[in-house]
């Protein structure tokens, strides 16, 4: 079955910064764009990076344009999501996911002083 286990998330003072890593398993990862979301409490999910399935185009939401950076290794099935000068309002948790409607449990990221 279709499986996303994130993880890398934790407690960063704004600023700082974080690896996220996503491992994948039940597909074909290197046929599938993959994406990264986040869910702030009490605030839908939404989309905040995506890469294609080589990894040579990728997209980003506005307010994360320029700190973070998505990547993807097809080798290990593994993407990933650089986050750099992190704000209070980066606090979310943060999931992966190919389009499927599976989901993992997700890391949190608290971005406090």
């Known amino acids: 079955q279709v499986q996303f286990v994130e993880s890398g998330g934790g407690l960063v003072q704004p600023g700082g910064s974080l690896r996220l890593s996503c491992a994948a398993s039940?597909?074909?990862?290197?046929?599938?764009?993959m994406s990264w979301y986040r869910q702030a409490p009490g605030k839908e999910r939404e989309v905040v990076a995506v890469i294609s399935s080589a990894g040579s185009s990728t997209n980003y939401a506005d307010s994360v344009k320029g700190r973070f950076t998505i990547s993807r290794d097809n080798a290990k099935n593994t993407v990933y999501l650089q986050m750099n000068s992190l704000r209070p309002e980066d606090t979310a948790v943060y999931y992966c996911n190919a389009g499927y409607p599976d989901w993992g449990q997700g890391t949190q990221v608290i971005v406090s002083s």
């Open positions: 039940g597909f074909t990862f290197r046929a599938r764009v």
